[in-house]
């Protein structure tokens, strides 16, 4: 009888392994679709995607770029202020101030982002180089925090690709 019970457990707690993994891989697929939608400028779709998923950090972050899209630069703002501390979403609220034309709150939310990143840590200056090559933003400067980011992650072609439209500007 003993047996029985532990063999029973086992298998509650194989079930409910495999369905959070469910839950969680579905959760991943939608956010790569949200962003697939963003990559292909349908925003509207990948709003309606990505909405549902906000309460993370990065999702919220694409939600906000859909939004700027969108030119929705008031909801933008909104959605990256949700996550003050994270790094995207404070080069989230520098794409909003280079929106609305104000360089210089752009260029030092920009920096806030940069200074995130630990030692080995790429991604905040890739963030910080995103928000700063945007219009209005300063290419030189995207150039200098893509160059950072590169040293740290040289195999990544989207940061090279990026890296060079920011060289032509």
């Known amino acids: ?48 995607i990505l909405t549902p ?22 909801g933008a703002r909104a959605t990256f202020s949700k996550f003050p501390e994270d790094p995207a979403n404070i080069a989230g609220l520098a794409r909003v101030a280079f929106a609305e034309g104000n360089t210089t709150l752009g260029t030092q939310k920009a920096l806030e982002t940069a200074s995130k990143a630990k030692r080995k840590d790429w991604e905040p200056n890739k963030l910080a180089a995103d928000a700063l090559s945007v219009e209005g933003g300063n290419p030189s400067m ?8 590169m040293e740290k992650a040289p195999d990544d072609l989207e940061m090279k690709i990026a ?5 032509q500007k």
Not at 142 to 149: L, M, Q, S, V
Not at 163 to 167: L, M, N, V
């Open 1 to 48: 009888n003993f047996y029985y019970l532990k063999m029973m457990n086992t298998k509650k707690t194989i079930v409910v392994a495999v369905a959070l993994s469910f839950a969680f891989g579905a959760k991943a697929q939608t956010l790569q679709e949200g962003i697939k939608m963003l990559n292909y400028e349908r925003y509207e779709t990948a709003q309606k």
């Open 163 to 167: 890296f060079g439209d920011a060289s």
């Open 142 to 149: 995207a150039i200098e925090y893509y160059t950072k980011a």
């Open 53 to 74: 998923l906000a309460s993370d950090a990065r999702a919220n972050y694409y939600l906000g770029l859909a939004q700027l899209g969108n030119e929705d630069i008031n």
